[in-house]
Nanobody, 122 residues
Framework: VQLQASGGGLVQAGGSLRLSCAAS????????VGWFRQAPGKEREFVAA????????YYADFVKGRFTISRDSAKKMVYLQMSSLKPEDTAVYYC????????????????WGQGTQVTVSS
């Protein structure tokens, strides 16, 4: 599976962005997909994940109620709708796929896309 993230940009605090993750390869429906982020000087952290079937989602506490993950497996796409953005959401966002899980541990994900920069100004 190959992944490509897009949709990042510069937005004011309180604004919204939608990130997209385009996948290529076979059997995409079998893969859980997660979004992670990494801010300068900080470790990569889990943001959200969705199961292969799309019926189960999992969020980090700091994005609950603000971010929504979804997928369109027919199009091999996963989305992260981000609302009520805060300056502390500024980071490079990565999408990743796992053949065995859709959890919060980055080590469970064997496939990673390049990141997309999200910058939230105050």
């Amino acid at each position: 599976v190959q992944l490509q993230a897009s949709g990042g940009g510069l937005v004011q605090a309180g604004g919204s962005l939608r990130l997209s993750c385009a996948a290529s390869g076979h059997s995409f429906r079998l893969y859980g997909v997660g979004w992670f982020r990494q801010a300068p000087g900080k470790e990569r952290e889990f943001v959200a994940a969705v199961s292969g079937s799309g019926d189960r989602t999992y969020y980090a506490d700091f994005v609950k109620g603000r971010f929504t993950i979804s997928r369109d497996s027919a199009k091999k796409m996963v989305y992260l709708q981000m609302s009520s953005l805060k300056p502390e959401d500024t980071a490079v966002y990565y999408c990743a796929a796992s053949s065995s899980a859709y959890g919060f541990r980055s080590r469970e994900y064997g496939y990673w896309g390049q990141g997309t920069q999200v910058t939230v100004s105050s």
